[in-house]
């Protein structure tokens, strides 16, 4: 018998039931479109945290004060614990201890109340920096301009908004030029960051940038610690010798007990961290879709069952007639490959539609392989489950078959 | 396969059937011996439990014989493998069944169509001859009918159409009149005496003698013997010439 003509007969028996058929393709269709989803999520969160990370800065290594949590070179306690400081940034900038890096940039943090006319807003972050913060932290300005260094050494008050803040400030008008108050100090806008968006853990946007040199007189002092100090190296391949370099020239002077008080965060570093966590993470999605996919095979080859089951009469009828053993092989299995082939190719559609929506904060990014693994995988479990009924079938002695009520 | 006009289509040499083992031993057919040469109608009659069933079942290759030897058209059964039991059920016999036995949900042209899928005719071939049976039992203008939405006359005409659409050398007919009124009966009888008629062998199952009387041939069964074989036209029963001597080989070769 031609595959022609036993996907014809498979057709007209998954036509004779089609509630019944109907029922059997969903669990396959489920599975499918689970394992598609899901993978989705788990590959969407991972690209949204690697684009926080990459967002960042790739070159970059940050140091942070205190020597506690986790990062290289931990290990001091909190009675040690020393502040970082401009002067610890001048020694970093020395180009013969540090041929490795492009440049230091120091960063303080705060939290400031900004008005403008009668809205009030509060940016999740408030840094004030030096110029090279736009190169090393990749954040450009959409309009205007970042700050420049004569307005670092003029302690000038202007500000660049990201466009979170923007838009609670100012809605629809052009902020460049405005003044705004800051803490009830006012300050110019001079520039508009690029949007970032999330980067899976906090809105990149929402933030507002000072010179470094106003920001510590308005907020901590200019005698303050610096919140973090960010190196670039001047290429990927030298990010490594950047961070040993900087880690060299701050462990004299800050460290306890022969154990340092700093703590450096190589990005790249980070970044395979995250990355090897979220293929653990979608893996384990993945398993539990697969056991959905496992479950809906399982009702395939019940319902295959109960069909053989039920139609054994007919069975017996096609042997008399001449049918072979291998043509009713062929009938029944095609038949539970027609309703996981169904089942599957709707699973594919209703995986792909629903990864378009954002599923517990983060953006499904389908991932092509797994729609064609979640396919074939549903196609073989009717193809495996399909084999016993369909050989029960087969198997069936004519004259018993005929004889069945 | 050469044998031509002269060969028979049906040879049972030495026949016995039985269930079950030792003393629970149930003894369906005991030593038949039984020869129809083509184009014969016979009848086989007896009371429930006489065998007629299992002979039914043997002839037609649904069930092998515990001893002795099957020749159907030339062909020793007892050599087939699966493969071609399956062959000779879809070439050399047509089943017609006291139950019909259509497929559900399936058009009558569809039905009749199914042993030449298994019998691998192309798609348009198929069509053709599929029609033409329909034509011979006279039910063309209902066969994209379902089943259930025949009456029981026209379903058994419809199996009976199945039966012949392969033109096989032997039609088997399980009571076929068994479960139908007496007007259907006799259209049933006139098909295959029409059938008869145009040259097929037919043994028929009954228990109702004026559905026997139509046949050319009768043979009583009693607890799985042959009890009589009687021609009821002209010609000497072939089954009383037939010598123990005349060996399978000659009749096979």
Same mark, same amino acid.
Do not use: W
């Given at each position: 018998?031609?595959?022609?003509?036993?996907?014809?007969?498979?057709?007209?028996?998954?036509?004779?039931?089609?509630?019944?058929?109907?029922?059997?393709?969903?669990?396959?269709?489920?599975?499918?479109?689970? &394992?598609?989803?899901?993978?989705?999520?788990?590959?969407?969160?991972?690209?949204?945290?690697?684009?926080?990370?990459?967002?960042?800065?790739?070159?970059?290594?940050?140091?942070?004060?205190?020597?506690?949590?986790?990062?290289?070179?931990?290990?001091?306690?909190?009675?040690? *614990?020393?502040?970082?400081?401009?002067?610890?940034?001048?020694?970093?900038?020395?180009?013969?201890?540090?041929?490795?890096?492009?440049?230091?940039? !120091?960063?303080?943090?705060?939290?400031?109340?900004?008005?403008?006319?009668?809205?009030? #807003?509060?940016?999740?972050?408030?840094?004030?920096?030096? !110029?090279? #913060?736009?190169?090393?932290?990749?954040? !450009?300005?959409?309009?205007?301009?970042?700050?420049?260094?004569?307005?670092?050494?003029?302690?000038?008050?202007?500000?660049?908004?990201?466009?979170?803040?923007?838009?609670?400030?100012?809605?629809?008008?052009?902020?460049?030029?405005?003044?705004? =108050?800051?803490?009830?100090?006012?300050?110019?806008?001079?520039?508009?960051?690029?949007? =970032?968006?999330?980067?899976?853990?906090?809105?990149?946007?929402?933030?507002?940038?000072?010179?470094?040199?106003?920001?510590?007189?308005?907020?901590? +002092?200019?005698?303050?610690?610096?919140?973090?100090?960010?190196?670039?190296?001047?290429?990927?391949?030298?990010?490594?010798?950047?961070?040993?370099?900087?880690?060299?020239?701050?462990?004299?002077?800050?460290?306890?007990?022969?154990?340092?008080? *700093?703590?450096?965060?190589?990005?790249?570093?980070?970044?395979?961290?995250?990355?090897?966590?979220?293929?653990?993470?979608?893996?384990?999605?993945?398993?539990?879709?697969?056991?959905?996919?496992?479950?809906?095979?399982?009702?395939?080859? %019940?319902?295959?069952?109960?069909?053989?089951?039920?139609?054994?009469?007919?069975?017996?009828?096609?042997?008399?007639?001449?049918?072979?053993?291998?043509?009713?092989?062929?009938?029944?299995?095609?038949?539970?490959?027609?309703?996981?082939?169904? +089942?599957?190719?709707?699973?594919?559609?209703?995986?792909?539609?629903?990864?378009?929506?954002?599923?517990? +904060?983060?953006? !499904?990014?389908?991932?092509? #392989?797994?729609?064609?693994?979640?396919?074939? &995988?549903?196609?073989?479990?009717?193809?495996?489950?399909?084999?016993?009924?369909? %050989?029960?079938?087969?198997?069936?002695?004519?004259?018993?078959?005929?004889? #069945?009520? | 396969?050469?044998?031509?006009?002269?060969?028979?289509?049906?040879?049972?040499?030495?026949?016995? =059937?039985?269930?079950?083992?030792?003393?629970?031993?149930?003894?369906?057919?005991?030593?038949?011996?039984?020869?129809?040469?083509?184009?014969?109608?016979?009848?086989?009659?007896?009371?429930?439990?006489?065998?007629?069933?299992?002979?039914? %079942? &043997?002839?037609?290759?649904?069930?092998?014989?515990?001893?002795?030897?099957?020749?159907?058209?030339?062909?020793?059964?007892?050599?087939?493998?699966?493969?071609?039991?399956?062959?000779?059920? %879809?070439?050399?016999?047509?089943?017609?069944?006291?139950?019909?036995?259509?497929?559900?949900?399936?058009?009558?042209?569809?039905?009749?169509?199914?042993?030449?899928?298994?019998?691998?005719?192309?798609?348009?071939?198929?069509?053709?001859?599929?029609?033409?049976?329909?034509?011979?039992?006279?039910?063309?203008?209902?066969?994209?009918?379902?089943?259930?939405?025949?009456? +029981?006359?026209?379903?058994?005409?419809?199996?009976?159409?199945?039966?012949?659409?392969?033109?096989?050398?032997?039609?088997?007919?399980?009571?076929?009149?068994?479960?139908?009124?007496?007007?259907?009966?006799?259209?049933?009888?006139?098909?295959?005496?029409?059938?008869?008629?145009?040259?097929?062998?037919?043994?028929?199952?009954?228990?109702?003698?004026?559905?026997?009387?139509?046949? =050319?041939?009768?043979?009583?069964?009693?607890?799985?013997?042959?009890?009589?074989?009687?021609?009821?036209?002209?010609?000497?029963?072939?089954?009383?010439?037939?010598?123990?001597?005349?060996?399978?080989?000659?009749?096979?070769?």
């Amino acid at each position: 018998m031609s595959v022609l003509e036993a996907a014809r007969m498979a057709l007209h028996g998954v036509a004779a039931n089609r509630l019944r058929s109907l029922l059997t393709m969903l669990g396959i269709t489920i599975g499918v479109a689970a &394992v598609i989803i899901l993978v989705a999520v788990g590959h969407g969160s991972a690209v949204a945290v690697q684009k926080g990370i990459e967002g960042l800065g790739t070159n970059v290594v940050t140091i942070q004060p205190g020597g506690f949590g986790f990062g290289r070179g931990s290990g001091g306690n909190r009675s040690s *614990f020393t502040q970082l400081t401009m002067k610890d940034v001048k020694a970093l900038q020395d180009p013969s201890a540090t041929p490795d890096v492009k440049s230091v940039t !120091p960063v303080v943090t705060g939290s400031v109340a900004a008005t403008f006319g009668s809205a009030s #807003y509060t940016p999740n972050q408030f840094i004030g920096t030096t !110029p090279s #913060y736009e190169e090393a932290r990749k954040s !450009p300005v959409a309009a205007g301009q970042f700050i420049t260094q004569q307005q670092e050494t003029a302690h000038s008050r202007v500000v660049v908004l990201g466009q979170t803040v923007v838009t609670n400030l100012f809605g629809g008008q052009d902020p460049l030029g405005q003044t705004i =108050k800051l803490n009830g100090i006012g300050f110019q806008v001079v520039g508009v960051l690029a949007a =970032k968006g999330t980067n899976g853990v906090q809105d990149q946007d929402d933030i507002a940038i000072a010179p470094l040199t106003t920001t510590q007189s308005l907020l901590t +002092g200019v005698t303050g610690g610096l919140g973090q100090i960010i190196i670039e190296a001047k290429s990927s391949h030298q990010v490594n010798a950047a961070e040993a370099e900087a880690t060299s020239i701050l462990t004299p002077t800050h460290s306890s007990n022969g154990s340092a008080n *700093f703590r450096v965060l190589n990005q790249a570093s980070l970044l395979q961290t995250t990355a090897s966590t979220n293929q653990v993470f979608t893996v384990l999605l993945a398993a539990v879709a697969a056991i959905s996919l496992l479950v809906g095979g399982i009702g395939v080859m %019940n319902i295959m069952l109960v069909t053989v089951t039920e139609r054994t009469r007919e069975i017996g009828i096609r042997k008399a007639v001449g049918a072979r053993r291998s043509d009713i092989l062929a009938q029944f299995l095609s038949e539970s490959v027609l309703l996981s082939v169904f +089942g599957g190719a709707v699973g594919v559609a209703v995986g792909l539609l629903g990864s378009r929506f954002k599923l517990v +904060g983060v953006q !499904p990014a389908v991932e092509p #392989y797994s729609v064609v693994l979640a396919l074939a &995988v549903g196609i073989a479990v009717g193809l495996f489950f399909g084999i016993y009924p369909a %050989n029960r079938a087969a198997s069936l002695r004519p004259i018993d078959a005929l004889r #069945y009520e | 396969m050469s044998g031509g006009l002269r060969r028979p289509t049906l040879f049972l040499r030495n026949v016995s =059937k039985s269930y079950g083992q030792g003393e629970i031993a149930v003894h369906a057919l005991r030593e038949v011996d039984l020869l129809v040469e083509r184009g014969d109608f016979v009848a086989v009659m007896g009371s429930s439990g006489s065998g007629k069933s299992t002979l039914m %079942n &043997v002839l037609g290759c649904l069930d092998v014989p515990t001893t002795g030897r099957y020749f159907l058209d030339g062909i020793d059964v007892a050599d087939l493998d699966d493969y071609e039991l399956a062959y000779v059920r %879809n070439r050399k016999i047509g089943f017609v069944f006291q139950s019909f036995n259509l497929v559900p949900r399936t058009s009558a042209l569809h039905n009749v169509e199914l042993p030449l899928i298994y019998a691998r005719v192309p798609r348009r071939e198929r069509r053709v001859l599929a029609v033409e049976a329909l034509d011979a039992v006279g039910l063309t203008h209902r066969m994209e009918h379902m089943p259930n939405e025949l009456s +029981g006359g026209q379903q058994q005409r419809v199996a009976i159409a199945r039966a012949i659409v392969t033109a096989p050398a032997l039609v088997l007919a399980d009571e076929p009149t068994g479960n139908l009124d007496s007007a259907s009966t006799v259209e049933i009888m006139h098909i295959l005496s029409d059938l008869h008629a145009a040259g097929r062998t037919i043994v028929m199952i009954t228990h109702e003698p004026e559905v026997a009387a139509q046949a =050319k041939r009768v043979i009583h069964l009693v607890d799985g013997r042959v009890d009589s074989d009687r021609r009821t036209d002209s010609a000497p029963a072939t089954t009383a010439r037939l010598e123990r001597d005349d060996s399978a080989e000659a009749v096979s070769a």
